[in-house]
């Protein structure tokens, strides 16, 4: 059996996302409560490269668990990817004789992990915060309730006046790789259409749609759009639909960055809140290079590998659903 563990660091990386800092202030709080000594690393592995490293105390952490973003701040690091970078934070962590890392973060962040682990055998613990909820090994993402629920705010509004001005609204949400946020929130909305990358669009489909709801006077109509749908967003998909209804009074939205910020949601704050407790539990029983996810309510641990290999799937059902709900 491993020595236990008695310096940890912990950071933030790739995109941030709401329940960041409550799943900071649990990793914190538990490693303290169990005398581990704890480091903030800020900027994610760019910091940990540029030696941006402090020692932590519970007041750091104090009245941080409704906040946005993350106190440890963010950022992606191409130099990481290199083995001059690997070296640099490998040198650091020596510096401050951490000895273990909890990493919060998405698919990146985990490939990072393995890579650096492979190279210098630093044990390792992610949590995933990601508002995308595309990792395996967990029913849901820190941030993604967040930022749905943000979305969903947005597009009932948008529904109110498009309701006033008989009009269409193409509205899109964040999701390059991954629909979920748009099939949640397009659901919870009650769209009239949901493009997300998991499903090639048939443009003259959803075309033809719209032309059925015109003629039974249907006057209001919202499509949620994933960024990262084949048409590459709305306004790709725009023109077509203009070609199609000229004298159709339709406009785009873009929610973009409001899905990340604001304060995190009650489930959210509580799933961060498990998962920080548990990354520590993994770290001091040696059950490490894993991410701490939870399944049908129980904590789970996933071998990083295993996380960004497999993506999870959007249920069928789900799909059929957003076909009959919008008839």
């Not at 649990?26 to 690393?41: F, K, P, Q, S």
């Not at 519970?58 to 083995?83: E, H, P, Q, Y």
């Not at 209804?245 to 961060?272: C, E, M, N």
Request: hydrophobic share 40%; charged share 25%; net charge negative.
């Amino acid at each position: 059996m491993a020595a236990r563990i008695n310096k940890i660091g912990i950071l933030t990386s790739g995109g941030d996302s709401p329940g960041m800092n409550a799943a900071i202030r649990a990793a914190v709080r538990t490693a303290l409560y169990h005398g581990l000594d704890v480091y903030g690393i800020r900027r994610g592995y760019q910091g940990m490269i540029d030696g941006d490293i402090f020692k932590m105390q519970t007041t750091d952490v104090s009245n941080i668990i409704g906040r946005g973003g993350t106190i440890l701040k963010t950022a992606r690091s191409k130099d990481f990817m290199t083995d001059e970078g690997m070296q640099k934070a490998y040198t650091q962590l020596q510096k401050h004789d951490i000895e273990g890392l909890v990493l919060i973060g998405g698919d990146g962040t985990f490939r990072g992990a393995v890579a650096f682990f492979n190279k210098y055998t630093i044990p390792a613990v992610g949590i995933p915060g990601t508002i995308d909820k595309d990792l395996s090994g967990t029913d849901f993402t820190i941030g993604f309730d967040t930022a749905v629920n943000t979305a969903v705010w947005a597009i009932d509004k948008i529904r109110d006046t498009a309701e006033a001005h008989d009009r269409l609204f193409l509205v899109e949400v964040m999701g390059r790789d991954a629909g979920y946020i748009a099939i949640h929130s397009g659901i919870a909305c009650g769209a009239e259409d949901i493009l997300i990358p998991e499903q090639a669009t048939d443009i003259n489909e959803v075309l033809d749609r719209i032309d059925r709801d015109e003629l039974r006077k249907k006057t209001v109509h919202i499509l949620v759009v994933a960024e990262g749908d084949d048409f590459g967003g709305v306004k790709e998909f725009y023109p077509r639909v203009k070609e199609r209804f000229p004298l159709l009074d339709i406009r785009t939205t873009v929610l973009g960055h409001i899905q990340r910020g604001g304060p995190p949601s009650s489930s959210d704050r509580v799933l961060a809140s498990r998962l920080g407790h548990a990354a520590i539990g993994a770290l001091l029983s040696d059950h490490t290079q894993v991410m701490a996810g939870v399944i049908n309510d129980e904590i789970v641990y996933t071998p990083f590998e295993s996380t960004v290999k497999q993506r999870t799937c959007i249920h069928k059902d789900m799909l059929e659903m957003i076909r009959v709900l919008s008839a």
